[in-house]
């Protein structure tokens, strides 16, 4: 994929899923999105490690199993930079040179050291550039390992817009996904 395409494909789908975020309440309790910024950041980590732990334990999802868990936890860590990128009305920039840098750094390494490079871009000083390199890192991960993401990110999102407890009254009753 070229990297205008890429550029746009990115742009489009964060400000789809943002959008869909938001209608179903899932900004609601961050009314200054800064203030959201860390706590999504350690969500975006979460999807890392539910991909590991599938990954290690050579797992089924269990929302959609005809992908492999670390498959589709890997497209949620997708969605949820994403959902990041249309938060801030992020910009992608220079996606083709991020995209090789990822591709370069992590060629050879193990899926766990992979999955590793996600963590530590995310973690960088910038914020808004470590999510850019963090999405173009997940990307590179999948494709390293012969993962669709992009078909498993439409059929997550589609499951989700179905789930009960993807919505807001059931998020924030005892037990559920409210933060």
């Known amino acids: 994929m070229n990297h205008v395409h890429?550029?746009?494909?990115?742009?489009?789908?964060?400000?789809?899923?943002?959008?869909?975020?938001?209608?179903?309440?899932?900004?609601?309790d961050w009314p200054v999105k800064e203030a959201r910024y860390?706590?999504?950041?350690?969500?975006?980590?979460?999807?890392?490690?539910?991909?590991?732990?599938?990954?290690?334990?050579?797992?089924?999802?269990?929302?959609?199993?005809?992908?492999r868990m670390f498959e589709v936890e890997l497209a949620d860590t997708l969605i949820r930079l994403l959902d990041l990128v249309g938060a801030f009305e992020l910009k992608f920039y220079q996606v083709e040179s991020a995209y090789a840098d990822a591709l370069q750094r992590m060629q050879g390494e193990a899926i766990p050291e992979q999955?590793?490079?996600?963590?530590?871009?995310?973690?960088?000083?910038?914020?808004?550039?470590?999510?850019?390199?963090?999405?173009?890192?997940?990307?590179?991960?999948?494709?390293?390992?012969?993962?669709?993401?992009?078909?498993?990110?439409?059929a997550k999102r589609a499951y989700n817009a179905t789930r009960l407890d993807h919505k807001a009254e059931a998020r924030s009753k005892p037990g559920g996904k409210a933060f």
């Open 6 to 28: 890429m550029q746009k494909k990115l742009t489009k789908l964060a400000t789809e899923i943002h959008a869909a975020n938001v209608k179903v309440g899932w900004w609601n």
């Open 38 to 67: 860390k706590t999504a950041m350690m969500l975006v980590v979460s999807e890392i490690v539910e991909a590991m732990e599938g990954y290690r334990k050579n797992l089924q999802d269990d929302h959609l199993p005809q992908y």
């Open 115 to 154: 999955l590793f490079s996600i963590v530590k871009t995310a973690c960088a000083r910038q914020p808004f550039a470590a999510i850019q390199r963090a999405t173009m890192a997940t990307i590179a991960v999948a494709d390293l390992n012969n993962v669709d993401i992009w078909t498993i990110v439409e």
